[in-house]
């Protein structure tokens, strides 16, 4: 009989620290997803944020100078130039220059390249006052971007 015991002794620690870990586990796993849902929604309201501001075209003659990207979402010549815009762009941060997208698939987006007589794959550079000061139509890439657009801060 002892060794019965002893076996029952040595299992009942064992199932208590394995029920506890289990906890301590759940609990852990909780926080976790938590913390990566309250990430996830963060990030979420961040970029609709981003996203809205992007395309918010009563921006253009607020007093900031704006290039405004006449845009296709499903062009992939469209999405080539917007990557290389926003990479032309990281050397003007925080430099009075606002960088706005006219979704064609939208209405307000539509009427704006409407208004302008622009086609897709169109950058649109505005003066503060709202002014049309030039017009960049096709593929460019970044390093040709960058000198555009420091001529216009330039001009302006």
């Known amino acids: ?16 620290a394995t029920a506890s870990v289990s906890r301590r586990s759940l609990l852990g796993g909780g926080a976790v997803a938590s913390a ?4 996830g929604g963060v990030w979420g309201v961040s970029s609709f944020r981003s996203y809205a501001a992007e395309h ?3 921006r253009v003659g607020q007093g900031d100078l704006a290039i405004v990207q006449i ?8 999405t080539a130039l917007q990557k290389q815009t926003r ?20 209405p307000e987006g539509a009427a704006f ?3 302008f007589n622009a086609p897709n794959v169109t950058l649109l550079l505005f003066d503060g006052q709202g002014e049309l000061q030039r ?22």
């Open 135 to 156: 017009r960049v139509q096709g593929m460019q890439q970044a390093a040709e971007l960058a000198q555009v657009f420091a001529a216009h801060k330039a001009a302006v």
């Open 71 to 78: 845009h296709d979402p499903q062009c992939p010549t469209c």
């Open 36 to 39: 990566i849902a309250l990430g």
């Open 1 to 16: 009989m002892p060794k019965s015991r002893k076996r029952a002794n040595a299992v009942t620690p064992k199932s208590e």
């Open 87 to 106: 990479r032309a762009l990281r050397d003007f941060d925080d430099c009075g220059m606002a960088y706005l997208v006219a979704d064609i698939n939208t």
């Open 56 to 58: 918010d075209l009563t």
């Open 113 to 115: 390249a409407r208004r």
